[in-house]
């Protein structure tokens, strides 16, 4: 008892030294803010506190949320403040955990509340966050209306298995803005080689065979195609009609596990064959975000995959100097003229995300919290934190915000980076993303219009984001799949990349289905079912 009294000391005090300042700031403060009264959602000023991650996209221009414009006004405005607390990048996990150890909660903590083990259920059933189902009821009129009365907006995504509701949500509710990933091309280098942007799998081949051997870049090192990491090549696996994780095979309704599938098999005898020729950077695998950025700012690599605003509007703004340079979005590939194009992305499923803000067991005024975090949805709401207050980076014209000319045409920053000074527009939140706002700062040639190539593709083949395994399956599979991801992706690099013949196939699948693969489907199957019940 004395060891173990000792072990939770020691964890209290190792989460208080590397949280400075949580604990303290927890459990919400009346008094704390600024301003003297004519609040919108209180008597008398309050703060909350707040655990989220940092997005990098706003580091530009500010050191945390607590000085983003948006928030400042709307502590102004409601009379609630947000004090934010962000763990440094990759260590979100880590501090959230010490936070769990010690039973001490930042009032509002933002997590993917979806993977938390045993899902939503399970965190409040472990005391870390409370069931805001009948707080939303008295106290969030707006982000209600959104889930009763949108038919983009599921409720099913913000409730739990057990009827209860977890977290606000980011809202995407415009079919366009959820297809922000995708593969791109340089479109100069294809007008010059006289290329059209390839569809199936054979044009790929063919494509990029063309920018090998065309010298394109007029220095005769063109990389057809560059990424960083095994996970650049996987892109191309929903051709074949599978995925490399868990998916939805409509043809007989059942879940299945994609990487032991024969349409898996396929995709790597082409991945052999592209790496064979040349058409794959050599240096895939040990090739980073920097060295990656570098391949096509500097004139190296001929197709990519990633995000709109992340990547495709950040290169077209680093190289807005060069007249030349041009990219554009490709479909998703089909396998052949009668494929589909399967995109995989899960987002695109639905319009609300599986992370998102719920309230701690710490917090005193759940109802203030709620009440803060439902204001974002209203259409004042929705203003301030998408664009800022009124009239600092945004001009009302024709009734919807224009962005100013400092934030599309400022010299030093991307669009992105500009208004993320100001609002959130560019970056997840609880809130509903403003589409108008959003395809303002995609604001290159083909960027928005490549949104729409990417959109022109089925999600047939995604399962719902916000389907979770309770406990006891949640520990299970998480056992499964960590010996099985280890073994799929050693047995993909030695395939692929060092080009190891596919004659163990079959020993491979063997090996998988002991590692209990088959139960990992069911559990995946039953979580489906309970969420199809919502």
């Known amino acids: 008892m004395k060891i ?6 020691m964890v209290f005090v190792v989460a208080v030294f590397f949280c400075p300042g949580l604990y303290a700031a927890g459990g919400g403060q009346s008094g704390a803010a600024g301003g003297s009264g004519n609040y919108l959602l209180v008597d008398r000023p309050v703060t909350l506190t707040v655990f989220t991650n940092f997005d990098a996209k706003a580091s530009a221009t500010i050191k945390s949320y607590n000085e983003m414009a948006c928030f400042v006004g709307a502590a102004e405005r409601t009379g609630i403040t947000l004090d934010f607390i962000h763990p440094a990048a990759g260590q979100e996990t880590e501090r959230f955990n010490l936070m769990v150890a010690s039973g001490e909660y930042t009032d509002i903590i933002k997590r993917p509340w979806t993977s938390y083990p045993g899902g939503p ?32 907006a599921n409720i099913r995504d913000v409730m739990t298995d057990s009827g209860k509701m977890s977290f606000f949500t980011f809202f995407r509710l415009e079919n366009w803005i959820r297809y922000t990933d995708g593969l791109y091309f340089r479109e100069d280098w294809l007008k010059k080689l006289n290329l059209k942007t390839p569809e199936t799998i054979a044009e790929w081949h063919s494509v990029l065979t063309a920018l090998k051997n065309g010298n394109p ?19 191309f696996i929903p051709a074949y009609g599978v995925k490399r994780d868990f998916y939805f095979d409509q043809g007989n309704g059942a879940v299945k596990f994609g990487s032991i599938e024969p349409g898996y098999r396929d995709h790597i005898l082409e991945m052999q064959r592209w790496v064979r020729e040349g058409l794959v950077d050599p240096d895939l695998l040990s090739t980073n975000t920097t060295t990656f950025n570098a391949k096509i700012t500097g004139h190296k690599g001929a197709s990519f995959g990633g995000l709109l605003a992340g990547n495709m509007s950040t290169f077209m703004g680093l190289m807005q100097g060069d007249a030349s340079f041009q990219l554009v979005g490709a479909k998703w590939p089909r396998l052949d003229s009668n494929g589909k194009h399967y995109n995989p992305s899960g987002t695109i499923r639905q319009a609300a995300s599986g992370t998102g803000y719920a309230i701690s067991t710490s917090c005193k005024m759940p109802a203030e919290a709620v ?8 259409p004042e709401g929705h203003n301030m934190i998408n664009f800022g207050p009124p009239g600092q980076a945004y001009d009302m014209v024709n009734g919807k915000p224009v962005l100013k000319d400092f934030i ?3 010299r030093d920053l991307s669009p992105v980076s500009a208004i993320s000074r100001y609002g959130l527009v560019g970056i997840d939140w609880s809130y509903t993303q403003d589409p108008d706002g959003f395809a303002q700062i995609l604001r290159y040639n083909g960027v928005r219009e490549a949104a729409d190539v990417f959109a022109d ?34 047995s993909y690099a030695e395939w692929v990349f060092r080009g190891r013949s596919l004659s163990n196939w079959d020993s491979y699948v063997t090996q998988i289905r002991r590692m209990g693969i088959d139960e990992a489907i069911r559990i995946q199957e039953a979580a489906l079912a309970r969420y199809n019940r919502r």
């Not at 173990?4 to 000391?9: D, E, M, Y």
């Not at 707080?135 to 009365?149: A, F, M, S």
């Not at 009440?371 to 209203?378: G, H, P, R, T, V």
């Open 371 to 378: 009440k803060i975090l439902d204001w974002f949805y209203s």
């Open 217 to 235: 870049n007029g220095t005769g090192d063109t990389i057809p195609y560059v990424g960083t990491g095994a996970g650049a090549l996987h892109r």
């Open 408 to 410: 599309m045409n400022n």
């Open 121 to 152: 259920d399970k965190a409040i059933g472990d005391g870390v966050i409370i069931d805001i189902k009948q707080l939303v009821e008295q106290h969030g009129p707006n982000y209600l209306k959104i889930l009763q009365t949108d038919p983009r």
């Open 457 to 490: 593709s089925s999600m047939d083949l995604n399962l719902p984001l916000n389907i979770t395994p309770n406990y006891e399956e949640g520990a299970r599979l998480a056992n499964i799949m960590s010996e099985v991801w280890n073994f799929v992706d050693e």
């Open 4 to 9: 173990k009294q000792k072990l939770v000391l």
